[in-house]
């Protein structure tokens, strides 16, 4: 998203705006951000997908108990093997 942005004068914010809500982004800007994937040879799954996986929550009472330490082992070896990264409260 950096080196879009740089090449765009846009921020990352705007770029990633551009990839979830384009519509929300002025025409112009969207069209220098488009100019610039196509120069890099980028598409929007590529950019989408290269800084970020798909999340999952998991709410733990308490890691002092070894049952939720068993559990959480158990989510992340599933999560973690179909590409999702697992969030811990």
Request: proline share 3%; hydrophobic share 45%.
């Given at each position: 998203?950096?080196d879009?942005a740089?090449l765009?004068?846009?921020?990352?914010?705007?770029?990633?705006?551009?990839?979830r809500?384009?519509?929300?982004?002025a025409?112009?800007?969207?069209?220098?951000?488009?100019?610039?994937?196509?120069?890099?040879n980028?598409?929007?799954a590529?950019t989408?997908?290269?800084?970020?996986?798909?999340?999952?929550?998991?709410?733990?009472?308490?890691?002092?108990?070894?049952?939720?330490?068993?559990?959480?082992?158990?989510?992340?070896?599933?999560?973690?093997?179909r590409?999702y990264?697992?969030l811990?409260?």
């Amino acid at each position: 998203l950096q080196d879009i942005a740089q090449l765009a004068g846009v921020t990352k914010m705007t770029v990633s705006r551009f990839l979830r809500t384009p519509e929300k982004v002025a025409a112009d800007t969207a069209e220098r951000i488009m100019q610039v994937m196509r120069e890099l040879n980028v598409t929007d799954a590529d950019t989408a997908q290269a800084g970020r996986k798909p999340r999952i929550g998991v709410l733990i009472p308490s890691f002092n108990n070894q049952i939720f330490a068993d559990l959480l082992a158990g989510i992340e070896s599933v999560t973690q093997a179909r590409g999702y990264q697992t969030l811990v409260v």
